[in-house]
């Protein structure tokens, strides 16, 4: 048997059953015996929630539990700290467990690669049991199509990371991608299955997501959980990604004309980045609450100049100081990193925090003194520069123009359309994107999508030390792919070849 699926699925869902601490028990009071788990709506809920649970999380496995790994958000970090736009003075466990340095990913027993693999497995096959068995449950049959719905976006989002990551990039020029991607568990009861092609992965997603988007649930609880809007913006970003341009421009309008998510405004634009539900923009997030923190193990711990962790008061998270030199003078994004910070013009919490050069002020805690905020999976921003992108590599770059100065003109109230066609228009929505997603989780994956290479000597603010010098990797390099997880190897019979 598979055995990272076998804890992706059935072991998951003993535990629900059996352990109060396990993530699927967001009631410990309240266990719910393994053989009800699917026979109402209400208890199927419940397993839909500690998926998301799961997602900002620590996992209690030896190999995975360490501070810097908090779910999916520890996952974003890695994006972020393995390429060039972020950096930290000092060679700290970004260092040490091999995301900055390009090591953990290329190395089959560390926890880095199987961190990742197991975390987007485990989403998968406890969204599988959902979706196999939701149907047969005791509930209305509205709740049973929302279940449904969150369990295939959120198994659509788990694949879209594993095949981005462990295969090599989608190039459309190339179709169909039969180069080997990742094991395709579409059911409950699949088990030791060989690593389908790339081309057939993302073929899963699309069915997944568009499913969604036909099943059209729009209602929900709060931002933490996945609706049709969230399908609809994720189906945007895997076009972009297969550059299938057509698609990612018809979704990313689809979204953008419903008007449901506008930009948020400049003054909450500089408030912290930690509340989905003040931030008209979020569209989806990980949402812990105070009962659910991890005090040093979560994202903000890791992210937020103010967070009160020895990893952040030594270590602020800086800007790639020549993007920074990108950014218009009256654009409020300038104000979200300081070039020369001070007591008077950079407050900290506590003279224990240190001030370096280029030291971000994006993110915050959402309360002082503590370590918690939302996790940003999606926001508009993405969805604009999305499909300015799209339009400007169709050949449109009026319309990319256009799009682009939508966008801008929000962040920047002196901002002029560009005139820029062609490669310079497409590089200046690039800057953009680089600039508004700063430590969201896309570097890596953005310069492996557009087959660029990593060159932090661009960055004149890199420090080489923090990276044990690891400073450039060319495109299309090996390095580009994670190894499967030695344990994968081992316990599979089916896995098939293992990545150079």
Wanted: aromatic share 10%.
């Amino acid at each position: 048997m598979n055995k990272i699926y076998l804890s992706a699925g059935l072991i998951a869902l003993l535990a629900f059953s059996s352990c109060k601490k396990d993530y699927l028990d967001t009631a410990p009071t309240n266990k719910v015996d393994m053989s009800k788990v699917f026979t109402t709506t209400e208890n199927a809920n419940t397993a839909l929630s500690g998926i998301y649970r799961y997602m900002f999380e620590r996992t209690t496995e030896v190999a995975s539990n360490q501070q810097n790994k908090p779910g999916v958000g520890g996952i974003l970090l890695d994006m972020d700290f393995m390429g060039e736009d972020l950096g930290i003075a000092a060679a700290t466990w970004f260092t040490s467990t091999g995301e900055g340095n390009w090591v953990g990913h290329r190395t089959d027993n560390n926890s880095v690669t199987f961190y990742v693999y197991r975390t987007f497995y485990k989403i998968i096959g406890n969204a599988n049991f959902i979706i196999d068995n939701i149907d047969k449950a005791e509930g209305t049959d509205a709740e049973k199509i929302r279940i449904k719905s969150e369990a295939l976006t959120l198994r659509a989002y788990a694949y879209s990371y594993l095949v981005q990551l462990y295969g090599k990039r989608y190039d459309a020029t190339v179709k169909p991608n039969s180069q080997p991607g990742v094991p395709l568990l579409l059911k409950s009861s699949d088990t030791a299955m060989p690593r389908e092609t790339v081309e057939n992965v993302y073929a899963a997603i699309v069915k997944d997501l568009e499913d969604v988007i036909q099943l059209n649930v729009s209602t929900r609880s709060n931002k933490s959980q996945a609706n049709v809007d969230v399908a609809i913006g994720l189906r945007a970003r895997v076009a972009l990604t297969m550059q299938d341009y057509p698609n990612a421009i018809k979704y990313a309008n689809m979204f953008i004309s419903s008007g449901k998510y506008p930009l948020m405004d400049q003054a909450t634009y500089q408030k912290g980045f930690n509340d989905a539900t003040l931030m008209s923009e979020e569209v989806w997030a990980s949402m812990p609450t105070a009962d659910q923190g991890d005090t040093f193990g979560s994202y903000f711990a890791q992210i937020a100049y103010d967070a009160n962790t020895s990893f952040m008061r030594a270590n602020p998270k800086r800007i790639n100081s020549a993007l920074y030199d990108k950014i218009a003078v009256t654009d409020v994004r300038k104000k979200m990193w300081e070039p020369a910070p001070t007591a008077s013009n950079f407050p900290l919490p506590a003279s224990t925090f240190a001030r370096q050069p280029y030291m971000s002020r994006k993110f915050a805690v959402k309360t002082q003194g503590g370590t918690l905020g939302d996790v940003p999976l999606l926001r508009t921003s993405e969805i604009y520069l999305i499909l300015a992108e799209a339009y400007a590599k169709s050949g449109q770059d009026g319309l990319a123009q256009n799009v682009l100065f939508d966008f801008v003109k929000v962040r920047d109230l002196s901002a002029l359309k560009s005139t820029k066609i062609g490669q310079q228009l497409i590089e200046e929505i690039l800057v953009h994107r680089r600039v508004e997603l700063w430590g969201e989780g896309f570097r890596f994956l953005d310069l492996k999508r557009l087959n660029l290479p990593l060159d932090r000597t661009a960055a004149p603010n890199y420090v080489a030390a923090s990276v044990n010098n690891w400073m450039k990797v060319d495109a299309g390099d090996d390095s580009w792919q994670y190894l499967i997880p030695r344990t994968e190897m081992e316990s599979n019979p089916n896995i098939g070849e293992q990545n150079k």
